[in-house]
């Protein structure tokens, strides 16, 4: 049987991951194509909906990186950022999904090694735990025979 | 029809209803969630509760479901298709047991509505798929008002059994349409034909504390009247009144979907929120809630009367039971009727 | 209650207060909100055990600003907590609310700062035994039975918002959940729905749920909601060292930050 290749959303700052991940790829550095990056001026900006949305529309896992703390381009934004992660990473284990498909990280614009790390460390801990099997369990209302029912809860 | 009327011990119910279920029907009865009780599919009858004055849920959803999707499109390689809800559905045969007269009545004011003009398939194919056995009321709380608004304990329009409660757990029962009486049929010895009898000893009186007729003369004339102010000062505007309402039937089409497919769903709506009714532009008609209140009461009391000569409400409670601040739609019908004086129809 | 008469009486004899909000009789035994004004109308007021719903959501309310502060209400603990932080949010102003509390069987006005902030931190939040209950089930279970736990209480959700409408702070004049372009949260109260509303309900109320359990007592399917913002101020409180209501002037957890707050997790 093929194995399970998961599909990850990468949401990274401009500044630092953006610039990163571009040194991995002039630096010839290969890694796990699983990974879409989606590019965002600050992690500040990274709302936590756009996590959501992207298990939603079928990502298997998530990878949120921006600047060092200290490092922010705008100063503050990653130190907002880490808050309010800590606070959703939380609320996501309480209402019971696995806070282990959301990885965070730290990849300056100067460690193109560790971006190929951390996506592929990423792709084989998400290949251990299978599809997001919570977001597929909700999203089967939207199969055609569940769907004709209707939603009655 | 062999028998319209029959008895039944509360055991042989329970296993002609065993039985629908064996044979593949879909029952749905009432039934508790920790300290609430709803209308849900249901696979042991031993969950059925039959010891309540009211559900918290009305049974609305089975004919008009809180999410109905509608079509489904899809693009594919320069080509659409399309799916048609309409034309695929296929509800399965469906008995509602142990609803209140109230709720067949206000479930079969609901089919009507829908039904009116071009129809509505959804609902229309829904209400045909679904056997209605609704069991008389032997009590009533102090937020029933049903006989104020012309509907009784024991009303039978709606229901295609009606069964009232007696003596010895034992059940009368009165057949009143083809569906029930299929369902009768199916139910053999167990329903004993018995003839017509006077069950009025059994079923709750309720006292009649306006009528119909008067609130909706009152109502004409009091669309400024301050009392709409006055009574709504403690509503917080949540949507629970018209969301637990067996008749409201507010809808919102929203759409769904990513660029390539999509799907069109009908979720239901509240004349409660200030979103029901704000435009574009930004402007909202209904800004303030005392307007979101008097829409809701006059919809009901006044201007489904004088479009289709009958109330939008059939007194089950759910409102007023269930509501957060203690809106007490009974008590605020009584206001109207008894204490409200004539306001100048102003223009 | 006589106390509570007589202050009622003096403050609207005086003219401090516009209006006063409180308890009274409702139906079938329960309480409900009532506005007085007059003095004919302060009898009406009832204050005892029942009187748990949290009124300060009704300081929000246009219709209620309109009668102009100072306004009186009646309040419990959480209520106090509450107006503390919606001073603290800069919804209100000190002096706006006269704040009616009981203490030691008396009935005492708060209106200054340092009164207000004393009692909401003598005074803390109690939750009732159920609450409780149902937080231990809540730690005692694995992942997945805290997911079959929340689907199997979320799939009662029709979308009502009377969580959020009986919330006191949840006042934006426009709601995420209400935003349609772009749309955050999908309308539609099914699985998806459903679970996007009430992440962003706690999301949003994280580090100022005062935990009054209010949206609870409104939810009519039943849903223990509050253990949802219950939970997110837990994080908050103990990430942070941050509690609300009890400052009113602290700045918002949320959008403040430490630059030594401790994490475990970012690699």
Known sequence: MKEFEPKIVAFVCNWCTYAGADLTGTSRIHYAPNVRVVRFPCTGRIDYNLIIKAFERGADGVIVSGCHPNDCHYTSGNFHARRRWIVFRTLLEYIGIDPRRIIFSWVSAAEGAKWADLVNKAVREIRELGPAKEFINMKQWYEFEKALGGFRG | MSHRTFTITHENLLDVLTNTIAVGNRLVAPVRRGKKLFFRDVQEVQSIVFDFIQSDESPKDLVFPRVEPMLAHEYNAGNVYLIDFAEKLQPLPTILFGTRPCDAVALSLLIEFFNEGVGDPFVEQRAENLTIISIACTRADSYCFCTSVGVSPNDSRGSDVLLTPIDNDQYYGIVLTEKGNAFVKKGGDNFIPSEPKDVAQYIVTLREEFTPQEITQRLANAFNHPLWMDASLRCIGCGTCTYVCPLCSCFDIQDEGTQTKGVRLRCWDSCGFSLFTLHTSGHNPRHIQSERWRQRVMHKFSYIPQNRNLLGCVGCGRCSRLCPADMNLKEHLCTITKEMTEVKADR | ?267
């Open chain 3, 1 to 267: 209650m006589k106390q509570l008469h007589e202050r009622a009486h003096e403050l609207l004899e005086q003219k401090a207060v516009s209006v006063i909000i409180g308890y009274g009789e409702g139906t079938e035994g329960r309480v409900r909100p009532v506005f007085i004004r007059t003095l004919e109308a302060v009898r009406l007021l009832v204050w005892d055990d029942r009187c748990r719903v949290n009124l300060a959501v009704y300081l929000n309310k246009p219709e209620i600003r309109k009668f102009g502060f100072p306004i009186a209400v009646v309040s419990t603990p959480a209520t106090v907590r509450t107006i503390v932080q919606l001073i603290a949010e800069h919804q209100l102003s000190i002096g706006d609310v006269v704040v009616l509390v009981r203490e030691n069987d008396t009935v005492r006005a708060l209106i200054q700062k340092e009164d207000l902030e004393q009692y909401a931190r003598n005074n803390p939040v109690i939750f009732p035994p159920f609450v409780i209950e149902e937080i231990e089930l809540l730690k005692k279970m694995s992942i997945e039975e805290r997911f079959t736990y929340w689907q199997e209480e979320l799939a009662k959700c029709f979308k009502c918002y009377a969580c959020r409408a009986a919330c006191p702070l949840c006042y934006c004049e426009k709601c995420i959940t209400d935003v349609n372009q772009p749309q955050w949260v999908c309308v539609a109260p099914h699985p998806v729905g459903v679970f996007e509303w009430h992440i962003n309900r706690a999301m949003h109320l994280a580090g100022r749920c005062i935990e009054c359990g209010s949206c609870t007592i409104a939810c009519p399917v039943g849903i223990p909601i509050a253990l949802l913002t219950i939970e997110a101020t837990r994080v908050v409180k103990e990430e942070f060292a941050f509690t609300p209501g009890i400052d009113c002037n602290a700045p918002s957890a949320l959008s403040t930050f430490r630059v030594d707050d401790k994490e475990t997790f970012i690699r």
